[in-house]
Each structure stands twice: as structure tokens, then as C-alpha cells.
């Protein structure tokens, strides 16, 4: 069995009416309801159903399948921890939206290829602000270890946030092998140690080879930095903690000795919101499916070898990072929830 078949097996518990509802008091206090019970149930298993049909259909629409799993993932973990009423209270919509996709890609083919990693989204009301509502934009941190050793709530950002699919890819390590050999930009940096404490403040080991790119985007928030040989150690009091808390991202793909997500910082996003891995990956996923879905001529054309596919490599990569990583994230993230149980959201 595969560690993703072994993350399915943990997530099949959603399918189940009173294991639902037994995390649900757990993490909550309140009792499920019958019908809401059912709601959680049905999206797991559509959830379920788009992955396994995803991993055996064709790349033409791999990632369009992929994302209604996400979406429905996203949604089951939403009416699992919501503390009152169910499927009635989510805002209707993806909670992302496409921004002005077909002038970028224009009317030459070669062209728009060439030019897919300036395809710009924006967050608004759906179902990817309930989800970070859900989740309290929370991130299971990994320091060396293939458990969570403790976790992090980044503020909720304010809808309106925008993105290119190139600025999202950028951040992602589980991509550095395309990165580097495509001298495309890399904005992630592996950290080594990493330690905080109130009376202390933070400090992390930080690569120096990659982190020297973008290490001004950290020292412009108060966070010192300096170098000793291929490391830098990056510091702050907690107050440039708090108001300032550091981008992080893991490897989910190649982790080390194949079980232990590694760390890194990443350079902040464009709109100085902080977001969780989970968000960050839904956002991907989202990216790659609507453009499968109302683009197929580009995205059948990237994926065939026409000229400008430059960054198909890349997006392949993205496409298996979000399938096997995103059910991982957000299993590990139910689990640390009922490890420590806390108000979850209305």
C-alpha cells in the first residue's frame, strides 16, 4: 500500500456517519446533527471518487478532476468543523475567480503558452474563504520531524488578493527539480533549525544559496540576517513574529528519508497576506482546472508539445504536487485538530 492509499484509508473515516460525528464533538464540543452528518459523509465520498478517477484518466483532464476533489475535500472539512448549521450556510461559488485569462492568452497559440504563468487569479466570497475560515488559515509545521511538531494560524487575508499562477508556482519546493533545470525562478529556501519562544523571539538556519535571492523581502519587515558560510541565520524579537510571521511551505512530494516533510521559508506573497499550505495548494488546483475546462485548446496544445510549452514541465510537477499532497495536508490537519482541540468556526 502506498503512503497515498495509507492518507485515503485515514480520510475514509469522513465517509463514516459516526466517526464524523465523534470528531466533530471532539473538536467542537457540540453534537453533529443527522443531516449534517450526511452532508459531511457525500462530500468525502465525491471527494474520494474525483481523486481515484483523476489518478486514471487521461492529463487532457486530470487536473479539472482534481480539483472537484479538492473542492469537495475542502467542503467536507468545512461542515466538519463548523460549529452550527451546515451546507446552507456556505456562500455559493469556488471563492476564486479568473482574472482577464483570455487576454493573456490572446489569439496565437504560442503566444498564450508562453505566457500561462502570468494567468492571474482573485479571492472573493465561495467556498476557498470558507475553507480558510474553516481551517483559521492554520499550517502544520514540520522542524525535522514527520510529525507536527506545532502549528501556526496565519491572519484570515481579506478577499481580493491577487495572483499569477507563476508567482503561486514559484513557492512551491516540491518543484525544485523543474525550477532549477528550467532556470525558472525559485522563491523557497530549506531550513535547517528553527526555534521561537515569547522571551526569545525567533531564529532559523536558513540555506543561504536560495535564500539569498529574496532575503531582502525579510529584512525589510525587521527580521536581521546574517550569513556564516552556506547558512543564514535569520532572527526576530516575537513582536516581528506576530505582526510579521515568516512564509512557510514544505515538501510533501520528496520528503526526507521519504517520510519527513522538509521546511522552508518562502518569499512572501505579492500581497503581504500570509496563507496556509492548504490554501496555497487549493489556489494551484484551482488554476490548473479551469484552465483544462474552458481552454482545452491551450492546455491540449501544452500538454502535445506545440511550441511555447516551456513551462509544461513545471505544470505537469504542479499537477502532482496538488494530487498527492493536498488529501495529506488536510488528513494531517483534522488529526493535529483533534490532538488539540479548539473553538472551531461558526
Request: proline letters at 3%; one cysteine or more; charged letters at 20%.
Amino acid at each position: 500500500m502506498t503512503q497515498r492509499d495509507d492518507c485515503w484509508q485515514l480520510l475514509f473515516s469522513l465517509e463514516s456517519r459516526d466517526v464524523a460525528a465523534k470528531w466533530h464533538q471532539q473538536i467542537t464540543g457540540r453534537k453533529l446533527s443527522a443531516r449534517r452528518a450526511k452532508e459531511i459523509n457525500s462530500s468525502a465520498k465525491q471527494a474520494r471518487e474525483f481523486f481515484r478517477n483523476a489518478e486514471h484518466s487521461n492529463d487532457s483532464v486530470k487536473p479539472l478532476l482534481t480539483f472537484y476533489g479538492v473542492a469537495s475535500l475542502s467542503r467536507a472539512v468545512v461542515l466538519l468543523l463548523k460549529r452550527t448549521q451546515g451546507e446552507e450556510s456556505l456562500v455559493a461559488g469556488h471563492g476564486i475567480e479568473t482574472l482577464g485569462w483570455r487576454t493573456v492568452l490572446g489569439v496565437d497559440l504560442t503566444a498564450g503558452l508562453s505566457a500561462l504563468g502570468h494567468l492571474k487569479i482573485k479571492t472573493c466570497s465561495g467556498l476557498f474563504t470558507d475553507f480558510l475560515y474553516g481551517t483559521s488559515n492554520h499550517i502544520c509545521m514540520h522542524v525535522q520531524s514527520g510529525a507536527v511538531d506545532w502549528g501556526l494560524s496565519y491572519k484570515i487575508p481579506p478577499t481580493g488578493d491577487e495572483f499569477s499562477l507563476g508567482e503561486l508556482m514559484s513557492r512551491v519546493p516540491d518543484l525544485q527539480a523543474q525550477h532549477h533545470r528550467a532556470s525558472h525562478e525559485s522563491h523557497y529556501a530549506s531550513i535547517n533549525e528553527m526555534t521561537y519562544s515569547e522571551s526569545g523571539g525567533f531564529h532559523a538556519k536558513v540555506s543561504a544559496k536560495y535564500l539569498d535571492s529574496f532575503k531582502d523581502s525579510y529584512a525589510d519587515l525587521g527580521f536581521s540576517l546574517t550569513r556564516s558560510g552556506d547558512w543564514f541565520d535569520l532572527k526576530c524579537d516575537s513582536g516581528t513574529f506576530k505582526s510579521h510571521p515568516p512564509q512557510y511551505m514544505h515538501t510533501y512530494v520528496h520528503k526526507m528519508f521519504g517520510s519527513i516533510p522538509s521546511l522552508h521559508l518562502v518569499k512572501p506573497l505579492s500581497s503581504e497576506s500570509r496563507y496556509s499550505q492548504m490554501a496555497i495548494t487549493y489556489m494551484l488546483s484551482y488554476i490548473l482546472g479551469m484552465l483544462s475546462r474552458y481552454f482545452p485548446t491551450h492546455w491540449i496544445a501544452l500538454l502535445s508539445g506545440e511550441k511555447g510549452d516551456e513551462v509544461w514541465p513545471a505544470i505537469h510537477a504542479t499537477q502532482r504536487y496538488v494530487y498527492q499532497s493536498f488529501p495529506e495536508l488536510v488528513i494531517e490537519f483534522i488529526h493535529d485538530k483533534l490532538d488539540t482541540p479548539s473553538t472551531a468556526s461558526e
